[in-house]
């Protein structure tokens, strides 16, 4: 199976007849790593020299771009391509009329207005070139993403919610954005204008795969009227104060506080016990440190000792505590910008207060948002570079803002003065200086979606089960630690 | 002239000349080629592919692991206890929805006025889309919000978590699949019942058999062929469900309800297992066709009239 | 059909539990129409709401213009329907000769046709979405429809049906100078009606509601069909249940109208004449 990885064998599946190509298509199945990508790599080169001739003849309106030039053409034939052997044969068979389709899938939850501006500029600024904007929900757009590569049909650009970087990074299915970044780099603010650890976390080896659209962070939702009738002026910001607010707003049918029952939002306990997945040194989960064990059982307590959070409803979504929160049945949750919307529309009553993460051994709270790549075979990387470019300037990430409050990972947007005083916005640009990406460095080994689904049942059995945290999380480590052994 | 005895598998035997049955198999394989040709490409060719694939490692290089991922999947804690109660949901939403549908077909099978009203009410719950389906009783038995605890506490009765508690919420599924099927069962046992003459029936009250003796002896023997289909069926879809943990509960809580067939997709599109996904499809197979092959046995001899 | 009570005093009973199971069974309409009137804002909010206190008929209008609903409609009833009438055509073909002929071999192909009953259609998603790519059938109507021209399902639904039809009614055809299809055509077809009604019934609801294969076969918005199609009034965080319950109405009506016009062919009873 691994002659497969020679472009000898890719040429000759491109030009055999349907039937073959057919044959070589269905074995290349049974690869599932590889998928398509070989095959499609040589069809690729040639459309990007295209593409190179393309942002050479007109003048993008948007102060993003370059001044691009003639000069970008061959520099991207050559290094684009990912592979110096495709890349030779192929710079001057491409079509020279400037024009294509640019097949781009989003998340049906961010298509802002912000961005369908930005996409009529694009093919205004680039006559013949259409953007296919195709909306999937996540799971569904992995899904499709499993099928397109396993098949060598890929989009130009993916907005992906999370993680999926490291782990279709790891299988060389993304395109390096090396090239790109030392030609636009500078001009665009990337990658000095990003808060940090969001080009590390998609940078693997040294090389960075992607750009951070979004940069969300999880923080303390509370209900100001609940909590000053309960004697609380300000919100807990540790946890026995939190414990103490809990309980003095818990009665009758009301919690103080609701648990999600979707597992990434235990990682701000878990963070600011100063618990983590993994160590790097040592390669080994480390989820079972008292710190962990105590940052669960704490959760657990306030479901099952405590009695200030109700049993969350299984259920696929995120919305159970945003609900409760809503019919005024939770006085406090833990959740991020998306919620902001769901609860001045559905409740505009609520006094809504955003509170800072809370603090135990340290302040933090775990960080999340979309990121983009585009997947190694795609048929216009130049084009959906270019796109990248727009879609993360300053000015389009203040507009969504405006628009939908959702926060941005660029350190001059935290900066910047509409942001400071909205006070809503404000503070999530304030959590964004301690906020964390969890899982970042377990990405990196390639086995995250494999133990992604040990953790959750881990949070489930102590959530649901009221397994005592101690058990489940060394259930979790020894089982995680077997896949990471390569079991 | 020679002739060719055969016994087909309702048990008839039948005298047929020779010429005859040849004829007779090469029509059966004329009006069987289109079959052929599309079960071959459409199912037989990525079958086989998909079994290929699941000798190989999902690790990289994707190395031929003979049946290495089929070992593995028996060691496989989580794939068990989802194959567990899988089996414990598919034959319980089958006897259940079985006697439910029999029972509403029976009931509709009588002529009365607003007969086929009812008839495409009952049917609604099959005719919705899982989606709302969904939705509704997610909302309806929310421990906290939902309609249904409210009415118990209006009535007095104790509320349950239903959906919150791992050990209610599989049987909520049941329930919630049952009130789904039932509808469908019903429509296929009306047609099966639609299909024995009445004259039998008549005849039968003539001799003086009374409901219930005509029920064991003339309609339940008759409906043979569709109860035995139902069953099967009912058993083959109910192993594989799907949608109800996709779109209601996520498997949980505490996995709970993680179906098999939603486990496999799981390993598959969400931790990128695809040849061992592929060994795990091919373990269920192999169990629902040793169920299908002992319910066929039982169900052997056909009645013809 | 029975002219009278199936037992004595069958009849006011008969209403009683119908009538509760009825009820029980017209809640997910009920509940889909109202939740379509919903404000936004009332989806958001905590406690479910019953009844909307301003009806937004607006919504149904809202659908079409929010999304191309009309196109969805349009390729959902194109690929629903041509798979349906190739089921109806195919199906009680093949089962009719698992039923009544006698070959070498038969039951080998029967347990391996019902045996693809036993995998998941998504085992054989990825080497069929290869195939179709191989053929250039991606986004394609044809790649929509072609899997599923035929289903063992159908096959041995047909089966069980034709079963029990008496072999004197095809050796009279066939000593009256039949030819063979038109045996089938002629005399088979129309004794099963309740079960081909069944059939195409149950076949257009399946591949009406169909998500996986249009999700990754599709790639424009032009071809989505209408389950792909609603799921872009999904936000990543909340869904914009009140249009999703507009759409889901309207892909209900098709049904119900589809299943009322093959209510007539649950009527009658067979009653075998001129044959003892």
């Known amino acids: ?487 | 002239m020679k002739v060719v005895v055969s016994q087909d598998n309702t048990g008839a035997v039948r005298r047929v000349p020779m010429g005859l049955a040849s004829r007779q198999a090469l029509i059966a394989y004329i009006f069987l080629f289109p079959a052929f040709i599309y079960f071959t490409v459409f199912f037989f060719v990525p079958i086989v592919i998909e079994f290929w694939s699941s000798l190989h490692s999902d690790d990289t290089g994707n190395a031929f692991v003979w049946f290495d991922n089929y070992v593995k999947a028996f060691e496989d804690q989580r794939s068990i206890n989802s194959f567990v109660l899988t089996l414990v949901f598919a034959i319980s939403v089958t006897i259940l929805s079985m006697v439910f549908g029999l029972f509403l077909a029976l009931l509709l099978n009588q002529s009365f006025r607003g007969r086929t009203i009812l008839r495409t009410i009952l049917l609604i719950p099959y005719m919705t889309s899982a989606v709302i389906v969904g939705l509704m009783w997610r909302n309806i038995l929310d421990p906290l919000v939902g309609i249904l605890n409210k009415v118990l506490i209006a009535v007095g009765l104790p509320t349950q978590d239903w959906l919150s508690n791992y050990k209610e919420a599989l049987w909520a599924l049941v329930g919630i699949t049952v009130w789904q099927a039932m509808g469908y069962n019903m429509v296929l046992f009306l047609a099966g019942l639609q299909g024995i003459p009445t004259l039998y029936q008549e005849a039968a009250k003539i001799d003086g058999a009374n409901a219930w003796g005509r029920f064991r002896h003339i309609t339940i023997p008759l409906l043979a062929p569709t109860t035995l289909f139902v069953s099967i069926i009912s058993v083959i879809s109910s192993l594989q469900a799907f949608a109800q943990a996709f779109i209601i509960t996520n498997g949980g809580p505490a996995e709970s309800t993680r179906f098999y067939v939603f486990h496999v997709f799981n390993v598959a599109f969400s931790e990128g297992k695809f040849a061992y996904a592929s060994a795990l499809t091919f373990l269920m197979f192999l169990a629902i066709l040793v169920l299908t092959f002992i319910q066929l046995r039982v169900n052997r001899n056909g009645v013809e009239y | 059909m029975f002219k009278e009570s199936l037992f004595p005093g069958a009849k006011p009973l008969t209403y009683l539990i119908l009538g509760i199971l009825a009820l029980l069974a017209i809640m997910p309409f009920i509940y889909m129409v109202l939740l379509s009137l919903q404000t936004e804002a009332e989806t958001f909010a905590g406690d479910p709401v019953l009844i909307p206190s301003d009806p937004q008929f607006g919504n149904y209008l809202d659908i079409w213009q929010k999304a191309p609903f009309a196109r969805f409609f349009l390729n959902s009833a194109i690929v629903a329907g041509v798979i349906t009438l190739s089921h109806l055509f195919f199906d009680p073909l093949a089962g009719y000769v698992f039923a009544k002929f006698q070959f070498r071999f038969k039951n080998v192909f029967f347990l391996l046709i019902l045996g693809t009953l036993m995998i998941p259609f998504f085992v054989r998603m990825i080497p069929l979405y290869s195939m179709m790519a191989g053929f250039g059938w991606l986004n394609t109507y044809q790649g929509l429809i072609t899997p599923f021209l035929m289903s063992a399902y159908g096959i041995f639904l047909m089966r069980q049906f034709i079963q029990p039809l008496p072999f004197e009614l095809i050796d009279a055809a066939r000593i009256d100078g039949s030819s063979e299809f038109g045996i089938y055509a002629r005399i088979i077809l129309p004794q099963i009606k309740p079960a081909l009604a069944t059939l195409g019934l149950f076949t257009f609801v399946t591949h009406w509601d169909e998500f996986l294969w249009p999700l990754i076969v599709v790639n424009t918005t032009e071809m989505r069909t209408m389950t792909t199609g609603l799921t872009l009034f999904n936000q990543e965080y909340y869904n914009q249940w009140q249009y999703m319950a507009a759409g889901s109405t309207v892909l209900f009506i098709p049904i119900l109208l589809l299943f009322l016009f093959t209510q007539r062919y649950f009527v009658e009873g067979i009653a075998l004449t001129g044959l003892k």
């Not at chain 1, 809503?424 to 969890?438: E, N, R």
Request: aromatic share 10%; proline share 6%; glycine share 8%.
């Open chain 1, 1 to 487: 199976m691994s002659d497969q990885k020679s472009p000898v064998n890719s040429d000759a599946a491109d030009q055999t007849a349907e039937t073959l190509s057919l044959q070589k298509s269905l074995t290349r199945r049974t690869l599932l790593k590889i998928g398509g990508t070989i095959a499609t790599a040589a069809v690729a080169a040639p459309i990007l020299a295209a593409c190179g001739d393309a942002t050479a003849t007109t003048a993008p309106a948007s102060t993003t771009a370059p001044a691009a030039g003639a000069t970008t053409a061959a520099g991207a034939a050559t290094t684009a391509a990912g592979s110096a052997t495709t890349a030779a044969g192929a710079s001057n068979a491409s079509s020279s009329s400037g024009g294509g389709t640019l097949l781009v899938y989003w998340g049906t939850g961010h298509n802002y207005k912000s961005y369908e501006a930005v996409r009529n500029q694009f093919e205004k600024d680039f006559p013949g070139w259409k953007i296919q904007w195709e909306l999937y929900q996540q799971a569904d757009m992995h899904t499709k993403l499993l099928a397109n590569y396993a098949a060598g049909n890929v989009p130009d650009l993916v907005e992906e919610p999370g993680g999926w970087i490291p782990e279709f990074g790891l299988q060389d299915k993304i395109l390096p954005l090396t090239s790109y970044i030392q030609k636009d780099g500078k001009a665009m603010g990337f990658p000095d204008d990003w808060q940090p650890f969001t080009v590390n976390r998609l940078t693997l080896n040294g090389v960075v795969y992607g750009v951070q659209l979004h940069l969300t962070n999880i923080l303390l939702f509370y209900n100001k009227d609940m909590l000053s009738k309960a004697g609380f002026q300000n919100p807990p910001t540790n946890w026995d104060e939190f414990l103490t607010v809990a309980k003095a707003t818990t009665q009758g049918s009301t919690f103080g506080f609701a648990l999600n029952q979707d597992s990434s939002y235990a990682w701000p306990w878990f963070l600011q016990n100063g618990a983590h997945w993994y160590d790097p040194d040592k390669k080994i989960l480390v989820m079972d440190s008292p710190e962990a064990i105590e940052a669960m059982q704490f959760q657990a307590d306030l479901i099952y000792k405590s009695k200030v959070a109700p049993i969350p409803v299984a259920a696929v979504s995120y919305e159970g505590p945003q609900k409760l929160f809503s019919a005024k049945r939770a006085a406090m949750i833990l959740t991020g910008p998306w919620d902001l919307k769901p609860i001045k529309d559905g409740s505009p009553d609520i006094n809504l207060g955003i509170g800072q993460a809370l603090t135990r051994k340290t302040q933090s709270t775990s960080a999340a948002g979309t990121s983009m790549f585009i997947p190694k075979g795609a048929k216009n990387a130049d084009m959906a570079w270019e796109f990248m470019k727009r879609v993360t300037a300053l000015d389009v990430e203040l507009a969504t803002t405006k628009e939908a409050n959702m926060t941005m990972p660029r350190i001059t947007w935290g900066q910047n003065a509409d942001v400071q005083s909205n006070p809503t916005i404000a503070g999530f640009a304030k959590g964004l200086s301690y906020a964390k990406d969890a899982s970042s460095e377990l990405g990196l080994t390639g086995k995250l979606t494999q133990i992604q689904p040990l953790y959750n049942k881990m949070y489930q059995d102590v959530i649901y089960k009221n397994t005592p945290a101690s058990d489940a999380l060394k259930e979790f480590v020894t089982n995680g630690n077997k896949i990471l052994a390569g079991q």
